[in-house]
């Protein structure tokens, strides 16, 4: 009878190593810090003075890293970490290269180039943040991103409260959750879009993926899932849960069909196809005609989809304007007085196509509906696909209507959340690979090594 050990060098050794060598409490308590401070960007106060700039502070997971290395000295956690920047560098590859060529043979103005660059830095500092986080905490990132979260919302609930009162602000927050989403004052003050969204990406994976088979991870998840649900009815995003529940209908199909690979394919290829026709239904006005008709509020967005039609084609040869280049669009139709306020698009699958171009966006959406969830699959396992592609999915309701594609949480969460599943799989396999031998094992091999002894003294 063999034995079930391994060697030191094995999947138990591997195992062992990773506990002796977790994040030090002063370097996660540093990672921590950055995420919430970070965080605190997205209050209405700060982000109305500084714009996008107090993200930055997410860089700060760099330093904990280096920190982090210098006391464990693990290069292989670093190696692996770092393994993951490639995949994730090709959209931002794309990003920089197809409006690099727009700008030189368009002649762009320094203004939007300015623009474009700042989002495409900030589209590297997410992924530096997710991958930096993940070789930090490896499967418990998920859990520190998201208690950091609730930590910021926490924040400025806190920040907002001495504005309003007390009683005037529990009752906000009640009528919120009653109504479902319809208040205003206090809570209308806390309408965090990007964080909302990433709330429900969180309540995705605590609902449909996250580890419940211990009694301290069940207790883990319930609370996840109820603070997930707050903080979405308290952000106002009342799309979010309808979206949600398609994606746990979606996941549960997936999982009825015991081999789910080729269907989270076949959805990223429909998907894939279905946005050039949802590209001609926006510049036909059928997709507008067809919601009015049902009595639905557009609340402008029929405007807002019908100015870009002179600027650009929609043709496979058409080139794009460039990255940020619609921002610059709507400032220009503000001016023009042809709308009230310089609003966003509100829809990115519109915006890309126009900034990128037909090719620019046939890689946009061929790398993430395509590629990514191929690569999650084929490098891990269908699980983290399917991870994936139910935050993927989650977050296109929002691409139709809105413009949720580059929010700076969001593209974390899509990143971080299926990268640290990841490690949870892999240890998790490691794991099954090496059982402790039982009594009767441990009695057999004794036996057969006496019995080895004796026979060679003979």
């Avoid at 009683?167 to 927050?173: D, M, N, R």
């Avoid at 015991?258 to 290829?269: C, E, Q, W």
């Avoid at 126009?354 to 620019?360: F, K, M, R, S, T």
């Avoid at 809105?402 to 998790?428: E, Q």
Wanted: with cysteine; proline share 3%; net charge positive.
């Amino acid at each position: 009878m063999t034995s079930n050990r391994l060697p030191e060098n094995g999947a138990q050794g591997e195992v062992l190593q990773s506990a002796r060598k977790e994040c030090p409490a002063f370097v996660a308590f540093l990672a921590v810090a950055c995420t919430i401070l970070a965080g605190l960007g997205d209050w209405k106060v700060l982000n109305n003075a500084y714009g996008g700039l107090p993200k930055a502070i997410a860089l700060g997971t760099i330093v904990c890293a280096f920190l982090n290395f210098l006391v464990t000295a693990d290069f292989s956690k670093l190696r692996k970490a770092m393994g993951y920047f490639p995949i994730f560098l090709l959209l931002i590859a794309v990003y920089a290269i197809v409006s690099m060529y727009i700008w030189i043979t368009d002649f762009s103005d320094a203004a939007s180039i300015s623009r474009a660059g700042q989002k495409i830095l900030f589209q590297v500092i997410t992924i530096i943040y997710a991958v930096f986080m993940c070789y930090l905490f490896e499967d418990k990132a998920i859990n520190y991103l998201f208690f950091s979260m609730c930590a910021t919302n926490t924040a400025i609930m806190l920040l907002e409260m001495p504005k309003y009162g007390i009683k005037e602000s529990i009752i906000s927050v009640v009528t919120c959750i009653v109504t479902f989403g319809n208040a205003e004052g206090f809570v209308r003050a806390l309408e965090i879009h990007d964080i909302t969204f990433l709330f429900g990406q969180f309540f995705i994976y605590y609902v449909l993926f996250a580890p419940k088979k211990t009694k301290p991870e069940r207790r883990l998840r319930r609370l996840c899932i109820i603070l997930s649900l707050f903080f979405i009815l308290l952000g106002l995003k009342r799309g979010t849960l309808p979206a949600v529940l398609l994606v746990y209908v979606y996941v549960q199909l997936l999982r009825l069909t015991g081999r789910p690979r080729k269907l989270i394919i076949a959805t990223g290829v429909i998907l894939f196809l279905f946005f050039y026709f949802y590209l001609y239904l926006t510049r036909s006005g059928i997709l507008v005609a067809f919601l009015e008709s049902h009595g639905i509020d557009m609340m402008g967005r029929d405007v807002l989809w019908s100015l870009p039609n002179d600027y650009y084609e929609l043709s496979p040869f058409w080139k794009g304007l460039g990255f940020e280049s619609v921002t610059e669009l709507v400032n220009e139709w503000y001016h023009a007085g042809l709308i009230n306020r310089a609003y966003p698009l509100h829809n990115d699958i519109l915006k890309v196509f126009i900034e990128l171009g037909a090719l620019g966006f046939t890689l946009w959406a061929g790398i993430n509906y395509i590629l990514y969830p191929a690569y999650w699959m084929m490098r891990h396992d269908d699980d983290t696909g399917m991870l994936y592609m139910a935050i993927l999915c989650y977050m296109t309701v929002s691409y139709l209507t809105d413009n949720t594609a580059f929010y700076f949480w969001s593209c974390i969460g899509l990143r971080l959340i299926p990268m640290s599943y990841s490690y949870h799989v892999s240890k998790t396999a490691q794991q099954k690979q090496w059982k402790a031998p039982t009594a009767q094992e441990l009695a057999d091999e004794i036996w057969l090594l006496e019995k080895g002894g004796r026979v060679g003294n003979a």
